[in-house]
């Protein structure tokens, strides 16, 4: 046990760890909203803190459950970032949650421990150095966030948590075969025990593993932690938990949680590009990519609710971060990483918008919401820049990131980049229309002024604006480094 926490006490890899599990037990016990909202924003500062302070601290050696490294650092930076900023959002959105009774004092107390351990399961998950642990931690931020998508006990919100359940379980269980397919391939040649789930151990002795255990392994932990990434046709689970649960969580969802899964597809991906005989990875991730991106840039145009629209938006880019990771290559890679941090910026900061657009309404039918910019110019022209710039449109980082995913695949793979570009527009085609009448169109339903916090949105839109006129040449650097070990 000793090799799992540090010696230090003041180790930021303990920090990340400890402090958001030390603050949801104390959310769980403490009565009243304000201070456990204050707690909950609280908790997360000192995480993102902690996760900032991995830059500046010596990186200690990889140890048998915990591992810092090039790759998840930036996951775990982006996290805890996106955490603290959602947990401010949160703070007024849950206070009006409570004001309608919506929400109870209880639920309320369960919502800011469960939003603590959540955050606990995910920066597990990126520091777990042995694949056991982490799919333990992939399991634990799921569970944790079925239990917060039906905590408004409504029939439909329940349906969805059930459904998410469902649908998670069947591929936490795919990934849990996959998991030990692993480790059965790599027990002949590095031992029993913990050493063949060590992650840093198993790639370097992984060339010698059975390649046809590899490769049977790899499909099942696609298809696993590809339900958790949203990936078509896994992805039933996704619009139901983005409608019904709390706003905050779906900008968790889309935000953070589908890029857990994908860091986990990330790290075997790379475990297989170190066994030159097994099955290469890309074409599996490419296809599945593509699917997704195709599928649900039509299905934009069939939603009615405003947050079902954006889970399908994110299934969508979720499937260009996944075909880019596909293509591979130093460019698709860096395009892949960069789209990945805009997309979760980005996204959270549309659902903020949102989130205060169906409170002030009452409603998340799009039919109902209309003339945003004229009503609540704060929050509707949020909103638009929120849209522009999911839809791709420069000047802004996602136009950057998309550039480079379809310069690419028009260099290596040009009849690839028909049904790429394809995607793109109808998908382009579907927001652009929504956007419209929600923003410009003429007023409808509630006038109310909000009683709402801009500054988590717009921080997030001015990172997005700035990564899109300038990317500083440290970053540049690093994410060329990363795209190099992606392979």
């Given amino acids: 046990m000793s090799s799992f926490l540090p010696a230090l006490p003041f180790d930021p890899v303990a920090a990340v760890l400890l402090i958001p599990i030390a603050a949801a037990a104390l959310l769980a016990l403490l009565p009243g909203y304000r201070m456990t909202a204050r707690l909950n924003v609280f908790a997360s500062l000192l995480t993102l803190i902690a996760a900032l302070s991995l830059f500046t601290t010596e990186r200690r050696a990889p140890g048998q459950y915990l591992l810092i490294d090039d790759l998840n650092i930036v996951f775990i930076v982006l ?172 900008a968790v969802l889309s935000g953070l949680l589908l890029n857990v899964a994908l860091y986990a597809v990330l790290r075997f991906k790379i475990l297989l590009a170190a066994s030159p005989e097994t099955i290469a990875p890309g074409p599996l991730m490419v296809t599945m990519g593509l699917t997704s991106l195709v599928f649900a840039a039509f299905m934009l145009y069939r939603r009615r609710d405003i947050k079902r629209m954006f889970a399908y938006s994110s299934i969508e880019h979720m499937g260009i971060i996944v075909f880019a990771f596909g293509m591979g290559g130093p460019i698709a890679n860096f395009a892949g ?114 009683e709402a916090s801009y500054i988590p949105m717009y921080s997030h839109l001015a990172l997005v604006l700035g990564a899109g006129i300038y990317l500083p040449p440290p970053l540049v650097a690093w994410f060329q480094h990363v795209a190099n070990l992606l392979g």
């Fill in 79 to 250: 996290n805890t970032f996106v955490g603290f900023t959602t947990s401010v959002f949160s703070a007024s959105y849950i206070a009006h949650e409570l004001e309608t009774g919506r929400l109870t004092p209880a639920n309320l107390r369960f919502y800011h421990a469960m939003y603590q351990i959540m955050m606990f399961g995910m920066n597990l998950a990126f520091v777990s150095n042995n694949i056991g642990l982490m799919w333990v931690a992939v399991e634990l931020a799921t569970l944790t966030t079925v239990l917060m998508v039906g905590i408004y006990r409504t029939h439909e919100a329940l349906e969805a948590a059930w459904k998410y359940f469902i649908l998670g379980s069947v591929g936490i269980a795919f990934a849990l075969f996959g998991t030990i397919l692993v480790y059965m391939a790599a027990q002949p040649v590095v031992g029993e025990g913990y050493d063949a789930m060590v992650w840093s151990l198993l790639v370097k002795h992984a060339a010698a593993f059975d390649p046809a255990l590899l490769n049977v392994a790899f499909v099942f932990l696609l298809l696993g932690y590809g339900t958790k990434v949203g990936l078509a046709p896994l992805h039933a689970w996704l619009p139901d938990a983005h409608a019904e649960g709390p706003t905050p969580i779906s």
């Fill in 337 to 450: 990483l960069l789209h990945m941090v805009m997309h979760s910026l980005t996204k959270s900061a549309i659902f903020y918008a949102v989130g205060h657009i169906a409170q002030i309404k009452g409603t998340q039918r799009l039919s109902s919401i209309r003339g945003l910019t004229e009503t609540h110019p704060g929050l509707g022209w949020g909103l638009v820049i929120g849209v522009v710039a999911i839809a791709g449109l420069p000047p802004l980082g996602i136009f950057m990131s998309e550039f480079l995913v379809v310069s690419s695949t028009f260099a290596r793979q040009p009849l690839l980049a028909i049904p790429l570009v394809l995607g793109l527009l109808i998908a382009f085609g579907a927001l652009l229309l929504r956007l419209t009448g929600v923003a410009f169109g003429q007023p409808r339903g509630s006038t109310a002024p909000a």
